[in-house]
């Protein structure tokens, strides 16, 4: 039995081929690039997403009828788990691009399909999330983008922030105050924004060491005109659009925390098969032995509860709790285990030639997208009562 086995079986055969040809893909040249451009402190080279696009990956969980593939959720999250074994930023960051293609091709409207879909699914256009800024990202009352309307269309002001694929997507999805008519009032509301720097837009890298591959930038616009069909979900849909997916890239990212967990394990271990001290194996030495046991028993966990949370997320049963869990537990497994894996190998493991250095340096973000760690408790802290209370009040005697 393989360590995915129990995702796989829940599969059809044709989501179950997908896996096997995106872990084709990402074998060999693909992984051997990731670990020498992490090694030059450079992102990967951005060709490779076209020929990810070229493979159909983009458009995964795009309807059949739209050019996709139409894959579940759990087939979603074994495709960025075999590029995540291979690299955490690549898959985090090829795969916030493919969500972008989701949510246009399938909660758009004809005219976004018409002016957006067939460049995101070639990979002409691509497209992320926008929601964060420099003073708010979990705290929503700080946001300040806002959207002025004019005659065809809005004008953007603002600066969001931390946005993965920032420094080379052609259209970002950004949330935005927008006064409503009558009253004055504002609420939220989200545009599909295309993106040409100049007068009006701009992009201000922000440098990660270690960790490139994300291409985080500050997006700043300044009375940036977007036209009436940018908008992509009205004002007052706006915000509940955007937490909609929270959940679900929360166990996105959890999966592929665990990927990168395994992956770094696999090769702890053999390495430890391999390297011999004192006249036997590391492996048979049993301090050594019990650290990476201790790895496995965690990672084992961390897996199964992140299966119980996509399960649920699949099913569209309530997953807020499960899936902040399933976050929190995979990020700290994650950033604790690859750690102890490269301190198993001593030096070596932290060299050019080995993926635990680049592992650890693009997990370790992990704990920052879709909320922190300390957010996330506080989300489990609230639902305590309700997922783990006494089924029914306690009555005094």
């Avoid at 898959?91 to 976004?112: E, M, Y």
């Avoid at 809005?154 to 009253?183: E, F, H, M, Y």
């Avoid at 309530?318 to 976050?327: S, Y």
Wanted: one cysteine or more.
């Amino acid at each position: 039995m393989s360590f995915y086995d129990s995702y796989d079986a829940l599969l059809s055969p044709e989501e179950r081929a997908l896996v096997a040809a995106a872990n084709d893909f990402c074998r060999g040249e693909f992984s051997n690039h990731l670990l020498d451009s992490h090694n030059r402190s450079q992102p990967f080279d951005a060709a490779w997403i076209g020929k990810w696009a070229q493979a159909g990956f983009l458009g995964l969980q795009t309807p059949r009828h739209l050019g996709g593939h139409e894959a579940s959720f759990l087939c979603k999250i074994r495709v960025a788990q075999t590029m995540a074994e291979h690299g955490f930023a690549a898959a985090f960051a090829i795969n916030n691009l493919q969500g972008s293609v989701t949510r246009v091709a399938c909660s758009g409207s004809d005219k976004h399909r018409e002016e957006l879909l067939e460049g995101m699914l070639s990979g002409t256009i691509l497209c992320a999330p926008a929601m964060s800024e420099p003073a708010g990202g979990s705290d929503l009352s700080a946001m300040t983008t806002r959207a002025r309307r004019v005659d065809g269309g809005w004008l953007i002001s603002g600066t969001k922030s931390w946005i993965t694929n920032g420094q080379i997507i052609q259209c970002a999805n950004v949330l935005s105050r927008v006064s409503l008519p009558g009253d004055g009032t504002e609420d939220f509301a989200l545009f599909l924004v295309p993106l040409t720097d100049g007068a009006t837009f701009r992009r201000e890298e922000i440098h990660m060491p270690g960790a490139s591959s994300f291409r985080l930038s500050h997006l700043v616009f300044q009375d940036h005109f977007a036209p009436d069909w940018s908008l992509f979900s009205q004002p007052g849909q706006g915000l509940r659009a955007s937490m909609a997916s929270v959940n679900a890239a929360r166990v996105h990212v959890a999966a592929m925390c665990v990927a990168s967990t395994r992956a770094a394990l696999s090769e702890a271990v053999g390495y430890a098969q391999d390297r011999k001290a004192f006249g036997q194996p590391l492996i048979r030495h049993q301090g050594l032995a019990w650290e990476l046991a201790e790895i496995s028993l965690r990672l084992e966990a961390a897996n199964a509860l992140v299966l119980r949370a996509a399960i649920a997320v699949q099913s569209g049963e309530p997953a807020l709790t499960l899936a902040a869990q399933a976050k929190k537990f995979a990020v700290d497994v994650a950033v604790w285990g690859i750690d102890q894996c490269l301190r198993a190998m001593g030096a070596t493991g932290a060299s050019a030639m080995h993926r635990l250095a680049m592992l650890s340096a693009e997990a370790r973000l992990a704990a920052f997208g879709d909320g922190t760690s300390e957010i996330l408790l506080d989300r489990i802290g609230k639902g305590l009562a309700t997922e783990y209370g006494p089924s029914s009040p306690i009555k005094e005697i």
